[in-house]
């Protein structure tokens, strides 16, 4: 069963902003850390953002720190990516994902995660 979707990709000019939505179901979203990571066209994926469950502790990766914001809905079992001042490096599927914890996003392509997203597309053109 799908347990994670993603929604609120799209076109957006250079400069512009997104907010990408994931909603979870309650067992798979309750005492789990949640994270945003993407993939570009011919590229590996790569972590983008997490957030942990305790104190809500935020990771960003350093492509996007001060640009992107993550958010969590624990009433809603929603989790939220607002990005602003898109690049179009930035384009990519973006996925989100479940984890026990946030696990390190340099250079990880997130292998802890234990359930995730089917993608949502993020345009951002040159």
């Known amino acids: 069963q799908v347990q994670l979707v993603e929604s609120g990709g799209g076109l957006v000019q250079p400069g512009g902003s997104l907010t990408l939505t994931c909603a979870a179901s309650e067992y798979t979203f309750r005492n789990r850390a949640m994270g945003w990571l993407r993939q570009a066209p011919g590229k590996v994926r790569v972590g983008v953002s997490c957030i942990d469950t305790k104190d809500g502790t935020t990771y960003y990766a350093s492509s996007v720190k001060g640009r992107f914001t993550i958010s969590r809905d624990n009433a809603k079992n929603t989790m939220h990516l607002q990005m602003n001042r898109l690049k179009p490096e930035d384009t990519a599927v973006y996925y989100c994902?479940?984890?026990?914890?946030?696990?390190?996003?340099?250079?990880?392509?997130?292998?802890?995660?234990?359930?995730w997203g089917r993608g949502t597309q993020v345009t951002v053109p040159s």
């Open positions: 994902a479940a984890a026990a914890v946030c696990p390190l996003l340099a250079g990880n392509p997130g292998d802890e995660y234990d359930y």
